[in-house]
């Protein structure tokens, strides 16, 4: 399915005409740093074989693109290169995907709404759900790289160490969790080990402290710690988790 990069770009320069960038130069500058070098960008990085720009579609993954920006040297590096546009680029197509001006939003509201009944869009109505569940697909891969790696190659010997250090119990820190008595006999040693300085900032062989750089959590608390802006903050998911619990008795 191709995109219409005409009606996007179209829509996109609506958005930038009302959250301020009126000019229409600086408009174009940023359409066209935004198809070029943000869509390479990406493209490289995350999605081989993205088609365009506006084939993005979901806020979440430009979340997680920053989110992997601020914990990585190499996209702090390309972004200084571009003298602070990859970031700015980000933020601006992230608001247009959160704009009314978006030809996906605008399709929802129309939907719903029931405002206007006929827009040359209706046939394409019934589809934006797959395309959404293929862009959370997307999401899910580059936060689980990251965690795969740290789980796969991570040396056996620190591992251990580290569940030593938390007194051999295979217990989560943050939600006390056991696999064992969870899942009985299947669940026996088995606990993930996060890192709490990311594995991506470290460049090869780098000396490891197994009491205060790792931690034990069960796959639940793992995932969740991988969303936090700074999942090196365990202290502020438990306590996150334990108001969440008071809230839900
Ligand atoms: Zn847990
Ligand atoms: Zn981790």
């Known amino acids: 399915m191709s995109i219409d990069i005409n009606r996007y770009r179209e829509s996109f320069k609506s958005h930038l005409e009302k959250s301020g960038h009126r000019d229409p130069a600086s408009q174009d500058n940023l359409i066209n740093f935004i198809e070029r070098e943000l869509a390479y960008f990406i493209k490289s990085h995350f999605i081989g074989n993205l088609e365009s720009i506006y084939g993005l579609s979901k806020a979440d993954f430009f979340n997680a693109v920053m989110r992997e920006i601020a914990l990585n040297d190499t996209f702090k590096a390309e972004d200084e290169k571009h003298g602070g546009m990859l970031i700015k680029s980000i933020k601006v197509y992230t608001g247009f995907l959160g704009s009314k001006w978006h030809p996906s939003r605008t399709k929802i509201k129309l939907g719903k709404g029931e405002r206007k009944k006929n827009t040359t869009a209706q046939p394409q109505e ?77 460049d090869g062989e780098h000396e490891v402290n197994p009491a205060t750089e790792l931690i034990p959590l069960c796959s639940n608390c793992h995932s969740m710690i991988h969303r936090l802006e700074d999942p090196s903050d365990w202290q502020l998911l438990k306590t996150y988790l334990a108001d969440q619990n008071v809230t839900n008795e």
Do not use: W
């Open 126 to 202: 019934a589809k934006p759900k797959p395309v959404i569940a293929k862009k959370i697909k997307l999401v899910e891969g580059a936060i689980l790289q990251e965690r795969d790696r740290e789980i796969h190659k991570r040396n056996p010997k620190l591992r251990e160490l580290c569940i030593a250090h938390y007194g051999n119990e295979y217990r989560c820190i943050i939600c006390e969790m056991n696999f064992v008595e969870r899942y009985g006999e299947i669940g026996k040693e088995f606990i993930e080990v996060h890192h709490l300085n990311p594995i991506s900032e470290t």
